[in-house]
């Protein structure tokens, strides 16, 4: 490894990319790191400013729930902002009293945001007493033995990730203990300018390693790999020191930018590299900053919340550049200030490094828990942006391999669909590309751009998703209330009309029926009421009853009417118990298959007198005549069958009616059959005049059989024809009486 | 040639029978003219084409019996993209939406809110929560924007408001791109 590293650096002044091969993973820069500005000052005492300026959303996620009022009393490490009871879901930890004062203002602050945008902040104006809450998480100072026992302490304790990205410690560690076997401490401080956890290795090694222990305790980890970069040696040496004795292992990486980012720490450390859209924690790896193991230690043995924060203020802009213990609320322009800045602070402060960091849109925006260094760099003149040359720099240098030049094109033409398929999630934003850019294009503020862009149209597709559904519900919905609202209103009718009945039953005649009144379902005496009417009404028309109609009242008459109509509808669709439809439809097939077999049996005879008839030369006229007399009285006996299988039907409705009803439909089918008994008869006419013209010829072949089968057949045939005319009418019969009878009625 | 009847007879029998086997084992239930173009439509419900929602207006325009250019809330692209899905003739749109309007929702005042329902009845999406004289409230979330609830109620006390921009929703902006462009060739030379 030595031999090879020195290979490298004779190499590297004529060729510096020589130093991508001492690293594992692909692309990286080495800037400029100016570390020694702040790295060689000590750490300077903290200062408590005029006022703390506290923002309720300090990290990703939701913002945390206001606990106190103005004019309030506050201490060091009291809750002043609790997380919501979704703690999970929110992503959200709970806010702490830096220091003990007053609650001057509950008010919209400037975030410490690349957007500038304002939201509710707690204002403390600290009392300089700073008087403490000790041990205000009441941790007994033993190290939790599961990982949920530690979950509690850290949430609690309102620890977030402090290497940059501020995502919630609890929600990263997973519940099962010996999920993470590995456990990795992130020391590899690559931005440059930024020291503060180069000095913290140096001052709270012990702490750190501690913190390290009690999570690997927790979570049953049996690896802890701490990973530094080569040119904090300092750091290295304090660590190593700490570290004796336990499993923690200090291992020394390479100088180079993103180092630090936690894909390529892990890939340097483990060689494991890190699966497309998978978290750390799903292959049993779990990394965390050297500022967030120390305040675990603090957290868990001494019951102390997180409150403040080591801070790098540094920059070229100031004089004396420091580190130091930072409140949280501290606002940057009072820190700045103490480091005698060379002119004028009237530029933009940079929160974080100058790689990734960002400029506040108001210096005196607070210093949150993610905020690990405030840089003051004098505005630069901007470097002439240039067309893209396609020289492929910025390929060579991601360390994620990503292809940024396609990317840029793509999101420069507004084609996010494509720059999403060329994995732009995966993009850490470190800046790498932008850096090599010899046209410097600003190629991470399309990216980010991009990334907005595409969540944003994401979120519209669920939107819109999520308003279809609503929609069709809703329609669903209505449909639903509307046949519920009908079901409603008919039952109110049928229950109406139930009574109309019975009212109407007691008024005609005294026919003893209750039991099957009584036993029926609402809709079975529904119909049978309305039967029973109809048979009525047929009896009072053919008999005259008037004293019937006279006694009826008007209402039951109307309802007697609607029945007598559902009725027959029903009888016509066919569903529902009772002596209704279901068996009427029975009798009915019943009685179609009866006609049918007497059909048969009659065009046998009809044959058989053809067939007479046709060796007969002096029949041959009246033949077709006889025929048709013959299909007439067929249809006529089919036809007063049918009527009495329908009788028969209303018979069982009611058996007091019977004989009356019979012998008045009787009448009445006796005209019908009349009727189409003559259509028939009319209709063989015509045929057998058509056949007479016909037949001539064969008139003297007696013999002949094929004329015989011939004629058979068209007597078969005929008869079929007036079969299906009987069975026909038969089936509307019901109906039609009904209807016609409630007509009358009416 | 017989042998060549035979085969070909036989061959469209069986590919006869395959493709009835198809058309009955894969049959596409509904339109699916209608889905794609349901799917581009922005699915506000808000009725400004004269169809009762999104969902009837891909209908008819599967049956091609409507016009291209009846989607407001979609603006020109949409009409564009229906035009392309069903073929017809793209069209300009007749009235068109106030020029990168950004997205709002109803908020509903509910000190002056008088609990009719009218807007709950009016919403196609049951955003609105509430009950006969009891105060109204829009669930942001659900919201489409489609401003049916405006014009219904009788106090006049819901408004548009476009979202507020948090942290949450916060864009990064594009890079300003004068720079490109004031980057004139031999400049820097």
């Known amino acids: 490894m030595s031999f090879f590293a020195k290979i490298i650096e004779k190499i590297s002044p004529i060729y510096p990319q020589a130093k991508r091969w001492l690293y594992s993973f692909h692309g990286g820069v080495f800037p400029q790191y100016r570390k020694e500005l702040s790295s060689r000052q000590p750490i300077r005492d903290t200062i408590i400013p005029e006022r703390l300026i506290m923002p309720l959303q300090q990290q990703v996620g939701q913002p945390a729930e206001l606990l106190v009022k103005v004019g309030e009393k506050v201490k060091k490490n009291q809750l002043i902002a609790r997380s919501s009871k979704d703690a999970k879901k929110a992503l959200v930890v709970p806010i702490h009293a830096p220091t003990s004062g007053v609650i001057q203002e509950i008010a919209s602050y400037t975030l410490p945001h690349p957007s500038g945008l304002e939201d509710i902040a707690i204002i403390i104006k600290p009392d300089h007493q700073n008087d403490c809450l000790d041990n205000f998480l009441k941790v007994s100072g033993e190290a939790p033995n599961t990982p949920q026992q530690l979950k509690d302490v850290l949430l609690n304790a309102g620890i977030v990730g402090m290497g940059g990205a501020g995502f919630p410690t609890y929600a990263k560690i997973p519940n099962e203990q010996g999920k ?15 020291t503060c956890d180069d000095l913290l290795m140096q001052t709270e090694a012990e702490a750190i390693i501690q913190g390290a222990l009690i999570t690997a305790k927790a979570l049953g980890s049996t690896k802890v790999l701490c990973g530094i970069e080569s040119n904090k040696p300092t750091a290295i040496k304090a660590m190593n020191k700490a570290a004796k004795g336990t499993i923690v292992e200090i291992i020394q990486v390479q100088t180079v930018y993103p180092m630090g980012a936690q894909k390529q720490l892990t890939k340097e450390l483990t060689g494991i590299e890190m699966p497309h859209k998978a978290h750390a924690v799903d292959i049993g790896l779990l ?106 720099e910025c390929m060579d240098a991601c360390p994620v391999n990503l292809l940024p030049q396609q990317m840029y094109w793509y999101s420069h033409s507004h084609e996010f669909d494509k720059v999403e398929k060329l994995n732009i999630f995966d993009c850490i934003e470190c800046g790498c590309c932008s850096y090599v850019c010899p046209s410097h294009i600003p190629l991470v503020q399309y990216y980010r751009h991009a990334k907005s862009e595409i969540k944003e149209i994401h979120a519209e597709e669920k939107a819109v998703e999520l308003a279809k559904q609503r929609h069709e519900f809703r329609l669903a919905r209505i449909e639903r209330e509307k046949q519920e609202r009908e ?97 009427v439809a029975k009798n009915a097939a019943m009685a179609a298959a009866k006609k049918r077999a007497q059909a048969k049996k ?64 009787k009448k009445e089918d006796a ?76 | ?45 808000c009725g400004q084409c004269g169809y009762p929602g999104c969902k009837p207006y891909a209908e008819a325009l599967a049956d091609e019996e409507a016009e291209v250019n009846l989607c407001i809330p979609g ?86 408001k476009p979202i507020p921009l948090s942290t949450r929703n916060w864009k990064w902006p594009e890079p300003d791109e004068t720079l490109i462009s004031e980057a004139k060739p031999g400049k820097n030379h």
Do not use: W
């Open chain 2, 1 to 45: 040639m017989l042998e060549a009847l035979i085969i070909f007879i036989g061959l469209a029998l069986l590919f006869g029978l395959f493709l009835g086997y198809a058309s009955v084992r894969f049959k596409v239930e509904g339109n699916p003219v209608a889905e794609s173009i349901d799917k581009i439509l922005p699915q506000t419900q």
């Open chain 1, 602 to 665: 009659a065009a046998a005879a009809n044959d058989t007198e053809l067939n007479k008839s046709s060796t007969d030369n002096t029949t041959v006229k009246k033949d077709p005549k006889q025929a048709a007399k013959a299909a007439a009285m067929a249809a006529a006996k089919k036809h007063a069958q049918a009527k009495k299988a329908q009788q028969a039907n209303s018979q069982t409705l009611d058996l007091t009616e019977t004989t009356k009803d019979s012998t008045a439909s």
């Open chain 1, 671 to 746: 005209r019908k059959a009349a009727i189409q008994a003559a259509s028939v008869a009319a209709k063989k006419r015509r045929v057998a005049s058509e056949n007479k013209e016909n037949e001539p010829k064969t008139e003297t072949s007696t013999t002949d059989k094929k004329q015989k089968a011939m004629q058979t057949a068209k007597a078969n045939a005929m008869k079929k024809a007036a079969e299906r005319g009987a069975k026909k009418r038969a089936n509307h019969q019901v109906s039609e009486q009904a209807q016609h009878n409630s007509e009358e009625r009416n």
């Open chain 1, 487 to 583: 079901a409603r209103i008919k039952a109110k009718k049928d229950a109406v009309k139930k009574q109309a009945a019975s009212a109407s039953k007691d008024t005609s005649k005294n026919k003893p029926k209750p039991s099957a009144a009584a036993a029926a379902a609402a809709a079975a005496a529904k119909v049978a009421a309305a039967k029973r009417a109809a048979g009525k009404n047929t009896l009072m028309q053919n008999t005259a009853h008037t004293e019937n109609k006279q006694t009826a009242m008007p209402a039951a008459r109307r309802k007697a009417i609607e029945a007598a109509k559902q009725a027959a509808n029903q009888a016509n669709s066919g569903d529902k118990p009772a002596k209704s439809p279901k068996e």
């Open chain 1, 287 to 392: 990394m965390m900053n050297v500022a967030t193991f120390a305040s675990i230690y603090k957290a868990v043995t001494f019951g102390e919340p997180l409150t403040s924060r080591l801070v790098s203020v540094t920059g070229l802009g100031l004089a004396k550049p420091f580190n130091m213990r930072v409140l949280i609320g501290t606002p940057f322009e009072e820190l700045a200030n103490l480091a005698e800045p060379k002119s004028k602070l009237d530029y933009p402060l940079v929160m974080g490094g100058p790689m990734m960091g960002f400029a506040v849109q108001n210096n005196q925006v607070p210093v949150i828990k993610t905020t690990n260094c405030i840089l003051a760099n004098p505005p630069e003149p901007a470097e002439m942006q240039m067309p893209c040359i396609r020289c492929g």
């Open chain 1, 180 to 194: 993470i076997h590995t456990l990795m401490i992130n020391g590899a401080e690559c931005e440059p300018f930024i």
């Open chain 2, 75 to 160: 603006g020109h692209e949409v009409m564009i993209q229906i035009s392309e899905i069903t073929g017809l003739e793209p069209k300009e749109m007749e009235v068109t939406e106030e020029a990168e309007k950004p997205k709002e929702t109803a908020y509903i005042n509910e000190d002056l809110c008088i609990g009719c329902v009218l807007c709950i009845k009016e919403c196609p999406v049951d955003a609105i929560l509430g009950a006969t004289k009891l105060m109204h409230t829009v669930i942001q979330q659900e919201c489409t924007g489609c401003e049916k609830c405006v014009p219904v109620c009788p106090v006049d006390c819901i408004d548009m």
